[in-house]
């Protein structure tokens, strides 16, 4: 995971607000809303698969400052260990964490309760912020 940063997405990944990079001229640029992006094209799922055909597309693997800025706070003892309160729960508190090359799955993340060692709500792979945000919402987690 350390010498490879990004990865390229699949055509059926991408939906309206899915994060990615574009290259452009030679520079890479964010890309934040797919449903805005190739506007300006005729067909612009054609569009998007040609420059994902091209290498022109890359998505982030999910960091750990990233996922800090989904309010995950960061364990001062363990860098790979994150929590937060459950808002549906106030006297839980939520755990996440990521491991990196995880048998040969470049992020995987495992979220539970963190009193609760035997129901983990998720553990899998979770490749960028676009799946963490998808897990998320599914797990109610705000």
Same mark, same amino acid.
């Given at each position: 995971m350390e010498e490879q940063k990004y990865f390229i997405p699949e055509i059926e990944d991408i939906y309206s607000g899915y994060q990615y990079e574009r290259e452009?001229?030679? /520079?890479? @640029? /964010?890309? #934040? @809303?797919?449903?805005? =992006? !190739?506007? $300006? @094209? =005729?067909?612009?799922? !054609?569009?998007l698969m040609k420059d994902i055909e091209e290498g022109k597309i890359r998505v982030p693997y999910l960091s750990k400052e990233q996922i800090r800025t989904e309010g995950w706070v960061a364990d001062e003892n363990f860098d790979y260990y994150f929590t937060k309160s459950d808002k549906d729960n106030c006297d839980k508190t %939520?755990?996440?964490?990521?491991? !990196? #090359? $995880?048998?040969n799955v470049p992020v995987w993340i495992t979220i539970g309760y963190e009193n609760d060692l035997t129901d983990d709500r998720f553990s899998g792979s979770c490749p960028s912020?676009? @799946? %963490?945000? !998808?897990?998320? /919402?599914?797990? /109610?987690i705000w």
């Open positions: 452009r001229n030679g /520079k890479w @640029e /964010k890309v #934040n @809303e797919f449903s805005n =992006d !190739y506007d $300006y @094209e =005729d067909n612009p799922h !054609y569009a %939520l755990f996440l964490q990521v491991n !990196y #090359n $995880y048998f912020i676009n @799946e %963490l945000r !998808y897990i998320c /919402k599914l797990l /109610k």
